[in-house]
């Protein structure tokens, strides 16, 4: 089992940056590919990002592509989500996830791990 803390939030204006920092205790964080998923007031949680278990692959979400970078340091058990050029519909609560699997998609049941999540308000 892995226990995932999510960091980082808070309120930033349009066009301005975060970095959320998710921390990973329990089993060996690099046999876990993580992801990031968001969700905003009234609508449902959306994928974000993705990364294997090397950090050699990633994925985005095309509405966050070019913004977003998502990285992960395994001798540190860290994931990261550097978030830039912040728009207002970026706002919502962000959420840090590992899976175990062997194929690991996009869909939240894809991950068996989850933090508590991290508030981001992006002002317009």
């Known amino acids: 089992q892995v226990q995932l803390v999510e960091s980082g939030g808070g309120l930033v204006q349009a066009g301005g940056s975060l970095r959320l920092s998710c921390a990973a205790s329990g089993r060996t964080f690099s046999s876990y590919a993580m992801g990031w998923f968001r969700q905003a007031p009234g609508k449902e949680r959306e994928f974000i990002a993705r990364?294997?278990?090397?950090?050699?692959?990633?994925d985005y979400v095309d509405s966050v592509k070019g913004r977003f970078t998502i990285s992960r340091d395994n001798a540190k058990n860290t994931v990261a989500l550097q978030m830039n050029s912040l728009k207002f519909e970026d706002t919502a609560v962000y959420y840090c996830?590992?899976?175990?699997?062997?194929?690991?998609?996009?869909?939240?049941?894809?991950?068996?791990?989850w933090g508590q999540g991290t508030q981001v308000t992006v002002s317009s």
């Open positions: 996830a590992a899976s175990a699997r062997v194929v690991v998609g996009v869909a939240g049941y894809d991950y068996d791990y």
């Open positions: 990364i294997s278990r090397s950090g050699a692959i990633t």
